[in-house]
């Protein structure tokens, strides 16, 4: 055995010569493992006593994509056009050995050998349209070469991986080998290549799934409309197309340059950097400064679902789907028939657009049990409430789950606002309370705010978050304040927005400007969507604001058919000229001046206090990192996340800029805009928000 490098060594097998990455944890293609490969594959092609070469790696993984944090960096290590001329242009033929994840740069290397095999747990993908990137490494070139273009244009604008079965039925790879057995399989292949003389199959020769495609301008009409909505907003998709496009257009060199200057155009926007950003925010959030990673975590077995509601049947059904035994408490059986009923079209739903089998609903619905008496949770090892959202309500629940839940039980609320400690407080063990707070649709939703308490006990919150890893939520903790992470800054974004309406705006402009910067919906869309009269009782209504208004009209929004807009049987909004008249009123009785409003004092005003509020939420410490606080808003309320958060977008656009405007508003609209010191001080130091 020869080192080749540090992470690379080279040993012989009779005549084919086996090249070894190994570089953990998961042979990232850094330079080390470059220069390897290109060296590695160069001494076994310049040894005389070898005719083929396998290209394997150790560990868990053939090379798992490239080294993200190498992007934007200056350049080391063998470059691309030598590593392709090593591997492709070797005049022996090379195999790759694939198992684990060959993603992104890893995948691209794999297609510059002459052939491919793979275990059949291996996957393949070219994930970097997530990272606002396009394939850099040829990508965009061989795979429309290999798979034909509809084919590749799906994988590389999804950027989803898919499974060697598929990668074999889509002529990507050209042999499975046995599980475990990978190296014996790769060397039988090898075997074979040497023994039937195959020629030296290089992808970049083939052209007949090209010539399929010329001409056919509709495929790409095609692709544009079915992801236009996806990438609203987004700017990598059209460089990967022109990529592709080029495959068609283009002699294979020219290709591969544009190829490689679209990425590297890519790599400094705002876009990428955004969303470079949002996956190491993502990665981050788990790490907890005080509950280490080997903190004991409790099992859960089964869980309880106080509650049958909007949220209770949601939340029962991620647990479900996990695999665990749901028992889900109501009041009387005609709320928890509805409850059930809801949860079983959701299924079959799923069902019918063919992404569960029938099966697989039976098996879930098998597994929740429908009770009315709260004795049912007595065995569960985590019971969560999910009753409405009223203290003396929750505090009667948490009263009786604390005499009959079990020992070490974790007793969880899904309060959207209530103080999590004053709901522990009712019961004799604190220590095991904590909120976890879904957002709704709570089985489509991504997000769980995990709310620790004062006294929520370390091994609470370390199975809260490894809970919310197995339902394929992303967990962030956050501390105990009103409306906790996400809801706090919301609520800074709804005032401003009402405020806009009484002084010159419309509700549709406040809306256009927030779906604009790329959110899915403006705040009174979404108030529609969620119902107006959340919160409202009639007895109590007393005209006071636009909202009351509505409601007592009965526009309470879209389940009425009506709200802040009129809708149509489609639930199609339109702006309404009612609503129009209502705010006029309104606004001269209340002695209010109105304004032309700008499109940039609507957006500054919506968000620039979100951010001042993340701040502040900082300095009290409710969120760990101001990543987590973009990790929340990205994955509980939509905020594009080409805009990396709004804790990143104030670096964007700069710190002092959003500390300037906040001061001008505070002078002249009030304290609601005080800057917080901590912006302040990140101002006065110079240094970033996302740093935090
Ligand atoms: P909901 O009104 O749809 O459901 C509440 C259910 O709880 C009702 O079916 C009611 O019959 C039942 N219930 C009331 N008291 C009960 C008791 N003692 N025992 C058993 N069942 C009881 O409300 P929802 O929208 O599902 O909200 C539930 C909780 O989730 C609230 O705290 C809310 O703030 C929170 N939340 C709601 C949303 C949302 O968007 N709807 C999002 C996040 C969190």
Redesign the pocket.
Known sequence: MTAVNSVTDLTREGDIAVLTIDSPPVNALSADVRNGLCSGAQQAAADPAVKAIVVICAGRTFIAGADIAEFGKPAKGATLPEIQRALEGAPKPIIAAVHGTALGGGFEAALMCHYRVAVPSAKFGLPEIKLGLIPGGGGTQRLPRLTGVEKALDIILSGTPFSAQEALQWGVIDALVEEGRLREGALGFARQVIDSRMPLRKIRDLNDKLEAARGRPEIFDKVRRDYGKKFRGFEAWQSALRAVQAALDLPFEDGMKLERQAFLDLIPTEQSRAQRYVFFAERKVWKIADVPDDTPVLPVRKVGV???????GGISMNFLNAGIPVSI???APD?LER?IGTIRRNYDNTARRGRLTTADVDARMRLLSPVID?EAVSDCDLVIE????NMD?KK??FRKLDKLAKNNAILAS????LNIDEIASVTGRPESVLGM????PANVMRLLEVVRGAKTAKPVVATAMQLARKIGKIGVLVGVCHGFVGNRILHQRQREAQKLILEGAMPWDVDRVIYDFGLPMGPFAMSDL?GLDIGWSKATSTSSTIREILCEMNRRGQKTGAGFYDYDDARNAKPSPLVEKIILDFAAKKGVNRRAISDDEILERCIFPMINEGTKILEEGKAQRASDIDVVWINGYGWPVYRGGPMFYADLIGPDKVLATLRRFEATMGAEFRPAPLLERVVAEKTRLQDL
Do not use: L, P, Q
């Not at 899904?414 to 606002?417: D, G, L, P, V």
């Not at 707070?437 to 709704?440: C, D, I, K, L, V």
């Open positions: 106080i509650g049958a509601g909007t949220m209770g408490v109501e009041t709320a409850g709260i999910a009753v409405y959202e309500v009667d629940v899904n309060t959207s606002y707070h879904f957002f709704s969620a």
